[in-house]
T-cell receptor, first 111, second 119 residues
Framework: EDQVTQSPEALRLQEGESSSLNCSYT??????LFWYRQDPGKGPEFLFT???AGEEKEKERLKATLTKKESFLHITAPKPEDSATYLC????????????FGQGTELSVKP | ETGVTQTPRHLVMGMTNKKSLKCEQH?????MYWYKQSAKKPLELMFV???????ENNSVPSRFSPECPNSSHLFLHLHTLQPEDSALYLC??????????????????FGPGTRLTVL
């Protein structure tokens, strides 16, 4: 069964304290892995798509990496405005347009 | 209007009411989706439409009835809901369903959601 697990469920950081979020997945043929950011009361906002192991993408203080079993979202020197829930999702080759989401990591960055 | 819009943003309804949620995308996309987001649970796909045709119904109860009159508009008709149906309902769209052979991306763009409360 295709599955996505994110850890930790919640993460509290001090401003400037770098860390990583994990997304572990099991899927029968990965078509793509997606990272989203979701602020309270809003819909998820697209961040990155990763297609194959070894691929990396960067955007400001965020860097996403992908292996055959997991993806990491590295946050370098975070700021309070990076506080949000970060969602990971995978699309399998035999699942049409279906995205399977993890439960998310709630990140809080304190000044 | 840009991106994906949803109306209403908040909805409170009784179990015997009939209401509809509306989604419109201004991105020229071909695929549209309905998701349910309950507290502390992963986003749950409900329906997928591609070029107005439904391609996926993820075992959703019949009290939820989708409608896609064209590639830009998507509705979710609600009737005789239960309190456990209270959640954030999100609409999304993507250029296509699949990632093409040259890696064309099909990331989904989400609307702000409708916060539904069933009394």
């Amino acid at each position: 069964e295709d599955q996505v697990t994110q850890s930790p469920e919640a993460l509290r950081l001090q401003e400037g304290e770098s860390s990583s979020l994990n997304c572990s997945y099991t899927v029968s043929g990965l078509r793509g892995l997606f990272w989203y950011r979701q602020d309270p009361g809003k819909g998820p906002e697209f961040l990155f798509t990763l297609y194959s192991a070894g691929e990396e993408k960067e955007k400001e203080r965020l860097k996403a990496t992908l292996t055959k079993k997991e993806s990491f979202l590295h946050i370098t020197a975070p700021k309070p405005e990076d506080s949000a829930t970060y969602l990971c999702a995978v699309q399998a080759r035999n699942q049409g347009g279906k995205l399977i989401f993890g439960q998310g990591t709630e990140l809080s960055v304190k000044p | 209007e840009t991106g994906v819009t949803q109306t209403p943003r908040h909805l409170v309804m009784g179990m015997t009411n009939k209401k509809s949620l509306k989604c419109e995308q201004h991105l020229g996309h071909n695929a549209m989706y309905w998701y349910k987001q309950s507290a502390k649970k992963p986003l749950e796909l409900m329906f997928v439409y591609n070029f107005k045709e439904q391609t996926e119904n993820n075992s959703v109860p019949s009290r939820f009835s989708p409608e896609c009159p064209n590639s830009s508009h998507l509705f979710l008709h609600l009737h005789t809901l239960q309190p456990e149906d209270s959640a954030l309902y999100l609409c999304a769209s993507s250029q296509d369903l699949f990632i093409g052979p040259r890696g064309a991306y099909n990331e989904q763009f989400f609307g702000p959601g409708t916060r539904l409360t069933v009394l």
